[in-house]
């Protein structure tokens, strides 16, 4: 009875001492495993989002990029324009030995020419309206 007594004793000693050295080192396993896992997801997830912020900045440049390109196609068309009037203008004025019927021939085409460069500059400011 006295040995049974002290196998008890030994059994719950041992038993108390909690978990073994290789059951601690698999708990260790496992909770670097969890670690490893979630910082590979943080990882990824980082990544994802400087490609998504990537993205976003080269359609913004691309963005600009056209607007810049429309302003100068603006600046240039509304130019042409500009010089289209001031030819109108010398058409307009008194040449010697010019019949009328050619007078009034310059006049229709350069007025042709003005109404195409109004109707591209109204165009072109209209898809950069839309770009805004």
């Given amino acids: 009875m006295r040995n049974n007594f002290i196998i008890i004793i030994a059994i ?17 396993a496992e909770q670097m495993a969890i670690i490893d896992s979630t910082a590979k997801a943080t990882e990824a997830a980082v990544l994802q ?19 810049n390109q429309l302003k ?4 240039s068309t509304k130019t042409q324009l500009r010089i289209a009037v001031e030819k109108l203008e010398s058409i307009k004025q008194f040449k010697m030995f010019r019949a009328a019927a050619k007078k009034e021939e310059e006049v229709n085409a350069q007025l042709k020419v003005i109404q195409l460069l109004e109707e591209e500059v109204s165009r072109l400011e209209t898809e950069l309206n839309e770009i805004k």
């Fill in 12 to 28: 719950i000693g041992f038993a108390s001492c909690g978990p073994s050295k290789v059951e601690q080192q698999i708990a260790q």
């Fill in 49 to 67: 989002k400087v490609a998504d912020q990537k993205k976003i900045e080269d359609s913004l440049l691309k963005i600009k990029m056209k607007k």
């Fill in 72 to 75: 100068h196609q603006i600046a």
